[in-house]
T-cell receptor, first 108, second 113 residues
């Protein structure tokens, strides 16, 4: 049983499209939630934290549904530079659990 | 950039040899972490440190040891490297602990032959 599950994709979308990723987590006691972005052969970088009320940062919107134990990331008006792997991250006590990532390619 | 460096960035070694990876930070963050990343797995925590000489095990600690004698340096040692330890190793830091954002170093690619 994996603590965090993500659809690996790949998602191939045209520029300007809207794309959504979901992530489910297994422990209802999980406390903090994040989306990270990882480019090929690079380190993960924080995209945004996920708050209970949902939060937005420009073209990116994150939602948390504690009752159903899932986190979502919505990307609007996709850019070529959005092509990357998106990692869902969940904190449980003294542990971070990472999903395996969802691969996104934005096509011209 | 989060002021984290890792060395070496690439290493090829043979089974049975000891290997030490170094993580260095300039941010004076209290918490430091070592992860490994393998295909089909998310990043997995090996060990972490919550202060000088204060360390604890993570999810996949077998075969690894760590030391932190200074705030800025966190060392990961493979006492006797095995092929299953071929991986990409990332160091990360955070200011307050697990509930906060972690910032990652550039990674070390280790190949154990």
């Amino acid at each position: 049983r994996k603590e965090v599950e993500q659809d690996p994709g790949p998602f191939n979308v045209p520029e300007g499209a809207t794309v959504a990723f979901n992530c489910t987590y297994s422990n209802s006691a999980s406390q903090s939630f994040f989306w990270y972005r990882q480019d090929c052969r690079k380190e993960p970088k924080l995209l945004m934290s996920v708050y209970s009320s949902g939060n937005e940062d420009g073209r990116f919107t994150a939602q948390l549904n504690r009752a159903s134990q899932y986190i979502s990331l919505l990307i609007r008006d996709s850019k070529l530079s959005d092509s990357a792997t998106y990692l869902c991250v969940v904190n449980e006590g003294n542990q971070f659990y990472f999903g395996t990532g969802t691969s996104l390619t934005v096509i011209p | 950039d989060a002021g984290i460096t890792q060395s070496p960035r690439h290493k090829v070694t043979e089974t049975g040899t000891p290997v030490t990876l170094r993580c260095h930070q300039t941010e004076n963050h209290r918490y430091m972490y070592w992860y490994r990343q393998d295909p089909g797995h998310g990043l997995r925590l090996i060990h972490y440190s919550y202060g000088v000489k204060d360390t604890d095990k993570g999810e996949v600690s077998d075969g690894y040891s760590v030391s932190r004698s200074k705030t800025e340096d966190f060392l990961l040692t493979l006492e006797s490297a095995t092929s299953s330890q071929t991986s990409v190793y990332f160091c990360a830091i955070s200011l307050q602990g697990f509930r906060e954002t972690q910032y990652f170093g550039p990674g070390t690619r280790l190949l154990v032959l």
